[in-house]
């Protein structure tokens, strides 16, 4: 088997003689075939191929098949966000009278998806603190749960999700975990090999790492046994009409059921469609994926150190430093580094915390996080801007929290910049 930096920069992809040695881009809506026949074998999904990109891209295909041997799973696919691989990763396990665990510290958008606009599709959600006692675990869970959601890193809270306990609790209900692995990447942790089912990234974050091209990925381990408990999941283990009858976990089986269905219905019916263009650009990224998470998280190592003995910064977060809340579950599931963001409150809370924002010259003010760029946010005042005090809280989100994504610059520059900054809060 190749080792992970081999698979990013050939993996998914083993190009003929004569053949483009990178991915070509098929900037195409639809596919030529010569005869009714074979097409009606595409829609019935007897044979396969490609149709309409809609459903499936060759160009898209190959790339998400470099991130499924990233992630050590059996099938994936991608998506035209992160947002809509999370979506479509647990609505194709509920439907309208269903339950999701999940824990509360996640990103403010995941936490609107689950708690507001899959609430208005029929679906609820118990959130439990990534922390919790085991009873609390236990007391979470109900007859008709379906999913247990986490990140594998919080965005912006860096808790990490105890991933062993979390499967074990799932799978003792007879659900999948669903995994958001999108800060660590499979460079630094691989959830399946700790027992998680399905995968989920932002590839707009560390996989793209450019800021260049928004998209999202899922991926399946094939490890849980959809027909075990198919009263649980009866759009995996009874017929689907829309397809002549067809049983995805009995045709597709156990690797392959989970994204075929995903395609095959998710993506038929909602579009979130990722372009060529974009999953070229995603594999472009991959490339240099193990190369940049290395100096990522050494730069973030370095600032997180300095931040810590600073007498004008009240408090620093970063999971791989030591003493931090999360050092041990870091060191079990992230030894060789954790991500590239730290998280941080100076004296003066968040007024101090918006002054010191203002005054960064080489760190960027911008939604974005996991870039090569350094670029710094607010979260009370951005991307969790939408949840109470309450709910804040439990995503482990503070008024004066900066969230600080350290790029790859020189860290010499990135110091010198924070210093400057500081100096006038």
Not at 359 to 388: F, S, W, Y
Request: glycine fraction near 10%; include cysteine; proline fraction near 5%.
């Amino acid at each position: 088997m190749s080792k992970i930096g081999t698979i990013c920069v050939q993996g998914g992809y083993k190009p003929g003689n004569g053949e483009p040695r990178q991915v070509p881009i098929i900037q195409s809506t639809t596919f030529k075939y010569n005869t009714s026949e074979d097409m009606g074998k595409l829609f019935d999904l007897e044979a396969p191929g490609y149709f309409y990109s809609r459903l499936q891209n060759p160009t898209c295909d190959l790339i998400a098949a470099r991130i499924c041997e990233l992630e050590g799973g059996t099938a994936g696919m991608l998506t035209s966000s992160g947002q809509s691989a999370n979506f479509y990763s647990l609505f194709n396990l509920c439907s309208c009278g269903d339950h999701i665990v999940s824990s509360s510290a996640i990103y403010g958008g995941t936490y609107n998806l689950i708690a507001v606009t899959m609430r208005r599709m029929g679906i609820e959600a118990t959130f439990v603190s990534p922390d919790c006692s085991e009873e609390e675990l236990e007391a979470a869970f109900r007859p008709n749960t379906r999913a247990v959601f986490g990140e594998t890193i919080a965005n912006p809270a860096l808790a990490i999700l105890d991933i062993e306990r979390f499967a074990n609790a799932a799978h003792r209900h007879g659900v999948p975990l669903v995994i958001d692995n999108t800060f660590p990447t499979p460079i630094n942790c691989r959830p399946i090999e700790w027992g998680a089912d399905i995968v989920t990234h932002a590839t707009t974050k560390y996989m793209d790492g450019h800021g260049g091209t928004v998209g999202g990925a899922i991926v399946d381990s094939g490890h849980f046994n959809w027909l075990a408990h198919a009263d649980k999941f009866p759009g995996l283990t009874t017929p689907d009409d829309s397809y002549h009858g067809i049983v995805y976990a009995e045709k597709f089986g156990q690797g392959g059921a989970f994204i075929t269905k995903c395609t095959a219905q998710l993506m038929r019916d909602l579009g979130s469609t990722p372009s060529p263009q974009s999953a070229y650009y995603i594999g472009l990224g991959l490339e240099s994926l193990h190369l940049r998470m290395e100096r990522h998280c050494s730069n973030a190592m370095a600032l997180a150190k300095y931040l810590r003995d600073h007498e004008k910064v009240s408090w620093v977060t970063y999971p791989s430093l030591p003493g931090d809340k999360y050092y041990d579950l870091a060191q079990k599931y992230l030894p060789n580094g954790s991500c590239g963001v730290v998280c941080f409150g100076v004296n003066g809370g968040r007024a101090a915390a918006e002054r010191f924002m203002k005054e960064l010259k080489l760190g960027i003010i911008a939604t974005h996080v996991a870039d090569a760029h350094t670029c710094v946010l607010h979260p009370a005042n951005a991307t969790h801007r939408q949840m109470n005090d309450e709910e804040l809280l439990a995503a482990g989100v503070t008024p004066d929290l900066i969230r600080f994504s350290v790029g790859i610059e020189d860290i010499n520059d990135i110091l010198f910049d924070v210093e400057q900054a500081l100096s006038v809060v």
